[in-house]
C-alpha cells in the first residue's frame, strides 16, 4: 500500500527518486499522467486496468467521459525507473503540476499522486475546510 509523504527534488534533467518503499510496490509497467488537481499520478499496472475500465465505460457522447480522456490518456506514460530509482519526467508534465525543483510524493493507498509543497498544503486545507462543514 502506498501511504506517507515523501519530499524530493527534481534535478536538471527532470529526474526524481522513487521512495524505496514505493518501488517495490509499483512493480514494472507503472503508468505517469496528470492528476484532476493539477498534480500527477503514478498508477501500478492493475489500477491503471481499473482506471481504464472506468473511462471506457462512459459514454464518448458524455462532455465529462471525453474531457478525463483527454486528461488522462494524452498524459499518459510508461515509467522506466534506473539504476537509482529515479523517473524521468517529461517537461509538459512538469509544466502541467508546475512543478520546478521541490516535489512530494504522496500514497493514495492504490497509487501515488506528486504535487509542489505549496498545491499540497493548499489541498490539505481544503480537506481541512470541507471536514470542518
Known amino acids: 500500500m502506498f501511504w506517507g509523504e515523501y519530499s524530493h527534488q527534481v534535478d536538471n534533467k527532470g529526474r526524481v527518486i522513487i521512495p524505496a518503499r514505493y518501488r517495490e510496490l509499483l512493480g514494472a509497467d507503472a503508468i505517469l499522467t496528470r492528476g484532476l488537481d ?3 499520478v ?3 499496472q492493475k489500477t491503471w486496468q481499473q482506471v481504464i475500465s472506468q473511462l471506457n465505460d462512459l459514454p464518448l457522447t458524455h462532455p465529462t467521459g471525453r474531457a478525463l480522456r483527454r486528461l488522462l490518456f494524452s498524459g499518459a506514460m510508461e515509467l522506466t525507473l534506473d ?3 529515479r523517473i524521468n519526467i517529461p517537461n ?3 509544466e502541467y503540476a508546475s512543478i520546478e525543483d521541490a516535489v512530494l510524493l504522496v500514497g493514495m493507498e492504490t497509487f501515488i499522486e506528486l504535487w509542489t509543497p505549496e498545491q499540497w498544503r493548499i489541498s490539505l486545507d481544503g ?3 470541507l471536514l470542518a462543514e
Do not use: D, R, T
Request: proline share 7%.
Open 38 to 40: 493539477h498534480n500527477l
Open 42 to 44: 503514478i498508477y501500478p
Open 83 to 85: 539504476k537509482q530509482g
Open 92 to 94: 509538459y508534465l512538469l
Open 127 to 129: 480537506v481541512s475546510a
